[in-house]
């Protein structure tokens, strides 16, 4: 299994920086940054820096994690120059990136800066189109579409990318979601806990099936936020509490126990955000317990 790492995109870029490069070197797999221009709760004139620079630049300073966006949003991008955003810092990174996908749902982004937000079905429905168009760039063709919502006129994708570029797709929709997670993507991304994972992860097999597609060539990822206690006590007094998002709460032994739950769902790579670890060395201990008393014992 992999384990990543997820920099918070508010953070100062020093902080982004080195926070990155320090991941690489006490061992995780891959280093992901939301694609957002907005904080989505709270100040909405907080400092978020824009996801394909940052990745640029992370590309450059780290040399063997894998590197993607969680996810982009679909909406922000003509998908053609997002395309060729990804394929350059894959080259930048020599073949390390990840390009994850999503409809977009952030509603005061497109608000604030005038880009065509549209209805849940608009938004699917051009996610759709970009997943065609991103497919037959990537193979090296050109591509002609006269679509609903884009149009390609020969277009290219020179040069091609370095490594193999997988699409992931996020979100658990599992209608239209993971109907196109089956239909174009190498790997799929949900928050989720793993109860979540195995029945979402059911509903993918049943698309695979009806797509004549093999599931085991989709790699599928989880986020939850991480609470690592040493105390048990504090750790079931926080089960207890409502959590925002899908989490992981224990002791290292506990969360040994999660994880080969998520092992058992069928997850290859799950994710850690540092939205709940603190800054500095509070959270970078944090992260080396995490990998040495939970990580290590899912590793080959």
């Known amino acids: 299994m992999r384990f990543s790492f997820w920099i918070g995109n508010g953070h100062p870029w020093d902080e982004i920086l080195s926070s990155g490069v320090r991941a690489e070197e006490t061992g995780w797999d891959g280093l992901w940054f939301a694609d957002h221009f907005m904080p989505f709760m709270g100040d909405d004139g907080g400092p978020i820096h824009e996801a394909w620079s940052a990745l640029s630049g992370l590309a450059q300073a780290t040399s063997r994690v894998r590197l993607g966006p969680l996810v982009c949003g679909n909406t922000y991008r003509n998908p053609a120059v997002l395309l060729k955003q990804a394929i350059t810092t894959d080259h930048i990174s020599n073949g390390r990136v990840v390009l994850g996908m999503g409809a977009g749902w952030q509603e005061n982004e497109h608000i604030a800066y005038g880009l065509e937000y549209g209805t849940f079905t608009d938004r699917f429905q051009k996610l759709e189109e970009s997943l065609q168009i991103l497919h037959g760039l990537r193979s090296g063709e050109r ?12 277009a290219p994708a020179a040069p091609a990318p370095v490594g193999e570029l997988p699409i992931m797709i996020g979100g658990g929709g599992e209608k239209k979601t993971l109907r196109m997670v089956a239909q174009y993507a190498e790997e799929w991304n949900v928050w989720g806990t793993p109860e979540i994972m195995a029945q979402k992860g059911a509903v993918l097999d049943e698309h695979c099936e009806r797509l004549d597609r093999d599931p085991a060539t989709i790699q599928r990822s989880a986020v939850a936020l991480l609470f690592l206690h040493d105390d048990a006590a504090k750790s079931a007094a926080q089960r207890e509490k409502p ?6 709460i224990g002791t290292p032994e506990e969360l040994v126990e999660t994880m080969q739950a998520y092992a058992d769902a069928g997850v290859d790579e799950v994710i850690v955000p540092d939205f709940t670890l603190g800054t500095g060395g509070a959270r970078d201990e944090l992260l080396d317990q995490f990998l040495a008393e939970v990580a290590a014992n899912f590793r080959d």
């Open 143 to 154: 591509v002609d579409l006269a679509g609903e919502h884009y149009t390609m006129v020969n």
């Open 243 to 248: 959590m925002p998002r899908p989490s992981m």
